[in-house]
């Protein structure tokens, strides 16, 4: 909403800072302020201390935060490459064709992930695809999950694709893998990483599913925080947590500035 009088602007940031403060900054804030206390004085932790992040980066935590790392980068190229690859085939089906991949994807994020996790663990626990007990189970039942996000962006983009690139360039003779790869993927980059940045973050957090799946010697950051703060350490927790959100910031800063590159390509 476009908002022009002095008033109506002064409205808008008293409900931006009524609504959002309480609801998203304030937690965090606790999170991270949490992160540096040994103990809780009335309603907020005190106790200034930077020890909870040396167990934070090294040792186990460390082991995690890169298991976790690993699992987002390689579960979200294989959603990309698979949602995209169904996002531009879909594109040539007719209007019903699409609806019904457009379903087929979005049906693991229209139910609890821990029923994808199940479902994961269910059908490759057994011969000829037996991944249970292995790192790849987590990073596919990861890809599972945000492959419809994938999906989802890039199909939305290539509708709003100006097909005029494409008729030219096959008006000049060029072939159809060439059209692909020269004129629809470098227009569709943004999109590709956007969708990119999203899948990552989504991984990143998952902890629903991982935890019905992970192997001892795969345990991502999300679960050992989970874990630390069950058995009480909540310090050394909120300091883990601050890690992950730390770490898939940078990931998203990094990816968002790729994406502006890209947009001016």
Request: net charge positive.
């Amino acid at each position: 909403m476009l908002v022009l009088s002095r008033k109506g602007k002064w409205v808008t940031w008293a409900l931006f800072v009524v609504l959002f403060l309480p609801l998203f900054v304030l937690p965090l804030l606790v999170i991270v302020t949490a992160s540096f206390s040994t103990n809780w004085s009335g309603a907020l932790p005190s106790g200034p201390t930077a020890e909870h992040y040396g167990a934070a980066v090294r040792g186990e935590s460390l082991q995690a935060l890169t298991t976790s790392l690993i699992t987002a980068v390689t579960a979200s190229l294989l959603a990309l490459t698979v949602g995209s690859w169904a996002a531009l085939a879909g594109s040539a089906l007719g209007k019903r064709g699409r609806r019904a991949l457009d379903a087929l994807f979005v049906l693991p994020v229209a139910v609890p992930s821990v029923v994808v996790g199940l479902a994961v663990l269910v059908a490759f626990s057994k011969p000829p695809m037996l991944l249970n007990g292995t790192r790849w189970i987590v990073i596919l039942a990861h890809a599972v999950l945000v492959t419809a996000f994938a999906h989802q962006s890039v199909a939305a983009a290539i509708i709003r694709l100006d097909p005029i690139y494409e008729q030219a360039a096959a008006s000049l003779g060029a072939r159809p893998s060439y059209v692909l790869w020269r004129v629809k993927l470098p227009l569709l980059l943004p999109s590709l990483n956007a969708a990119a940045g999203l899948c990552f973050a989504l991984s990143m957090g998952e902890l629903s599913a991982t935890m019905m799946l992970y192997p001892p010697d795969w345990m991502p950051l999300p679960v050992q925080i989970f874990t630390t703060t069950d058995r009480g350490s909540l310090f050394t927790g909120s300091a883990l947590a601050v890690v992950l959100m730390g770490t898939t910031l940078l990931a998203l800063i990094a990816v968002s500035r790729i994406r502006t590159k890209a947009s001016y390509r």
